[in-house]
């Protein structure tokens, strides 16, 4: 082979992206996570990478396949499924896949940590994120806030003006932001200016429930976990209704037609899975990649993945 097509073929840099250290961190991290499920008799589960479904999101883009499959931005409803066949409170370690999110805290690739408890509901599920969290960085005090006392006190804004608080997403930087996008920035600004290093965020719109269920105060039963001005964690109060689940997944459809993005159809899986019957749970995603950024002082993903997205 001549050099210049040697060249041609050859990576730019063919070293992982961190340092071996920094994999034997993670193996320890696995191996503590999977500890403190195992001391809970929660059950690990492998579901597919590959799917003929996908979220609806707008927020969210997912990488398809040449055969009309997609690349799982989360295990969550491959999972959901499972709980309604009769499976106990489940966790799986695994690959989540989102088209385009690269970056210090973003790669298109990355680790994710989702787990379901049966008869759970969301705050008994931060306690048990909170009792993970300690378990792996130590522990520390956690703050809670409400997103409308949060943008009330930073930016002056009713948590209910979408307007305002998308023109803030666009000042802030974002190019014709959604609400979601919008409120995960202003958020994280607001966030900036508080001093806790761990804060539970709750009291999300409804209009940003997804697929948690609704409170009777009008609010979604979700929250975010922010640790040092990190987001490392997102969960809900589990939708069990499937009337209202096919709903929602209509109107995500809609929104992303309007904004210009083709795609999935709603998962009829999922939906004959609730109809069968979800049971009452929460459930919580975590950022594995971002959780031993925090624990070994990196400042970007690639630090602690053995190839990121440029070297992949």
Not at 114 to 124: I, L, N, Q, S, T
Not at 177 to 184: G, K, S
Not at 287 to 300: E, I
Request: aromatic share 6%; with cysteine.
């Amino acid at each position: 082979m001549a050099d210049a097509e040697r060249s041609r073929l050859a990576p730019a840099d063919w070293r992982p992206s961190c340092p071996i250290s920094t994999l034997r961190e993670r193996g320890r991290l696995l191996g503590d996570i999977r500890g403190f499920f195992a001391a809970r008799d929660i059950l690990e589960v492998q579901t597919p990478a590959l799917g003929r479904r996908t979220v609806l999101d707008p927020a969210l883009d997912s990488i398809a396949t040449r055969g009309g499959r997609y690349l799982q931005t989360s295990p969550e409803y491959h999972m959901k499924r499972l709980l309604a066949a009769g499976a106990p409170s489940i966790y799986q370690i695994g690959p989540a896949f989102r088209d385009g999110e690269a970056g210090r805290w973003h790669n298109p690739e990355f680790t994710i940590l989702e787990w379901y408890r049966v008869g759970f509901d969301a705050p008994a599920l931060m306690a048990e994120v909170a009792a993970l969290v300690d378990s792996l960085l130590g522990h520390a005090p956690y703050g809670s806030v409400a997103c409308a006392d949060l943008l009330r006190e930073r930016f002056g804004i009713d948590i209910d003006n979408t307007a305002a608080l998308i023109e803030l997403g666009s000042t802030l930087g974002l190019d014709e932001p959604t609400l979601d996008e919008a409120l995960d920035l202003v958020l994280a600004e607001a966030l900036s200016s508080r001093t806790e290093s761990r804060v539970f965020v709750t009291g999300f719109p409804a209009a940003l429930a997804a697929l948690a269920r609704v409170g009777d105060d009008g609010c979604a039963e979700r929250f975010e976990l922010i640790v040092e001005g990190v987001e490392v964690a997102n969960g809900y109060h589990e939708l069990t209704d499937a009337e209202e689940l096919a709903a929602r997944m209509e109107a995500d459809v809609e929104r992303r037609r309007v904004l210009g993005k083709t795609g999935p159809v709603p998962d009829e899986a999922l939906l004959a899975a609730h109809q069968h019957g979800l049971p009452d749970c929460a459930g919580v995603a975590m950022g594995l990649d971002r959780l031993l950024m925090l624990k070994v002082g990196a400042t970007s993903l690639a630090e602690v993945m053995a190839f990121s997205w440029d070297r992949a």
